[in-house]
């Protein structure tokens, strides 16, 4: 076996491992475990003591709702009434152990056929989970980062099936599940009407049954959501966001309160702390003046504080698209279409009011990271990675883990 094959085989031993004992430990913020058990009950409202007490819960008629797309409760319907018929709590963590799983498998399936070789695509499909904002997001199970764990999963899925057998209804209903799960993800369906747009653009018969099979799921899964939203809040409009922290006190709503829920306002904020904060010092906690502290480091010198750093500090293989848009956006319509589809998702989530909390980097990301690693591997000259490309996702990963780390610790 060549040394490169070792190298990343290695790697993802260690990562697959250290994932799965995070996954398996942490066992706070399952509030979407607990949605399942109120709907096995009948119920839509957190039926659990203490629910008031849920981060992120939205109080009204004196009940304790989740503002979060419904769609990951429902999933997990049938893994927490086996773990009741055994008498233990099916936590999240159990599942987001085989979204992982899946989210690598479709990951290197892709970059397969792209024409990379077996050892390039695990590269790749290593450097997609890992040497990624994914990570971080992959090895905690908390409530909001498996919704976004679950609809990176539908989109892959989407994108599998888009590249193998490209049957369009099926497309459509896997992001039916995405909408249903997390909004700023299921925009993603711009990419899937893009070519049929562009390839069908004379045949308006074939072109209007592609765009009803893709679009035909998300109106059933809107109307859904809106009986949904109605059963809970009296109306089909009111999806909890707006309501959030209103059970328990949360610190970010003044942002909320005072910049809105989606604003234009908001995006000078949002892109510095997307793509320009970066790290910030550990200091020795010692006051030399009033309100000054020596500029001394102590270990472990570097962290990531509040509300993460840069999407390509933690991403530094996708440096890699820039040269993709500028050298293929006039021959590939792929890049053009997912060019076009990450640039819409990135600027919605640049209008929204909140950048994240406790994460390494710009977690929202992820709702876009799918249509980046498809210009990611329209990147290499011959479908080959580099030896640049093989040290940038190798150490990525370590120098992620350890930013990890940090906040897990900090």
């Known amino acids: 076996m060549h040394k490169k094959h070792w190298i990343i085989v290695i790697h993802l031993v260690v990562f697959f491992l250290l994932a799965t004992i995070f996954n398996i430990l942490v066992k706070q913020q399952q509030q979407f475990t607990h949605l399942a058990e109120s709907f096995l009950s009948g119920r839509l409202d957190f039926t659990q003591e203490g629910s008031h007490a849920f981060d992120d819960a939205a109080l009204y008629n ?15 319907m049938l893994p927490v009434l086996f773990g009741q018929f055994l008498g233990v709590l099916m936590q999240q963590g159990y599942v987001q152990i085989f979204l992982l799983m899946g989210v690598f498998y479709f990951a290197h399936s892709l970059a397969k056929k792209h024409k990379y070789s077996h050892v390039d695509a695990l590269y790749l499909a290593f450097a997609f989970c890992f040497s990624s904002v994914a990570l971080s997001i992959l090895f905690v199970p ?46 993603g369906i711009l990419f899937f009407l893009i070519e049929p747009i562009v390839r069908y653009r004379t045949n308006w018969s074939q072109l209007s049954r592609i765009i009803l099979q893709l679009t035909a799921p998300m109106v059933f899964a809107l109307i859904l959501l809106g009986v949904y939203n109605f059963m809970r809040f009296g109306d089909i409009f009111t999806t909890g966001y707006l309501l959030v922290g209103s059970a328990n006190a949360s610190f970010n709503r003044f942002e909320l309160d005072n910049f809105g829920l989606f604003q234009l306002r908001n995006i000078p904020t949002n892109f510095y702390y997307y793509f320009i904060h970066t790290l910030d010092p550990v200091r020795i906690e010692r006051e030399i003046l009033p309100g000054l502290n020596t500029h001394v480091l102590k270990a472990p010198y570097i962290q990531v504080w509040y509300p993460g750093t840069s999407f390509f500090v933690v991403s530094p293989i996708f440096l890699y698209i820039f040269a993709t848009v500028k050298n293929k956006w006039q021959k590939s319509q792929q890049v053009r279409a997912a060019a076009t589809t990450s640039g819409v998702i990135i600027f919605v989530l640049l209008t929204y009011y909140w950048s994240g909390a406790k994460q390494v980097g710009p977690r929202y990301m992820i709702d876009a990271l799918p249509f980046l690693y498809l210009l990611l591997l329209c990147a290499f000259k011959n479908h080959k990675l580099t030896t640049v490309a093989y040290t940038t996702i190798i150490l990525s990963a370590w120098f992620n883990l350890y930013l990890f780390m940090t906040t897990m610790t900090g």
């Not at 990176?152 to 049957?167: D, G, P, W």
């Not at 249903?180 to 299921?186: F, H, S």
């Open 62 to 76: 004196a009940r304790v709702w989740w503002h979060m797309g419904p769609f990951p409760a429902v999933a997990l």
């Open 142 to 187: 908390w409530s909001w980062y498996f919704s976004q764990i679950v609809a990176l999963t539908l989109v892959m899925t989407a994108l599998y099936e888009y590249f193998h057998k490209k049957r369009y209804l099926v497309v459509g209903m896997l992001m039916a599940l995405v909408l249903m799960t997390r909004a700023t993800a299921a925009l």
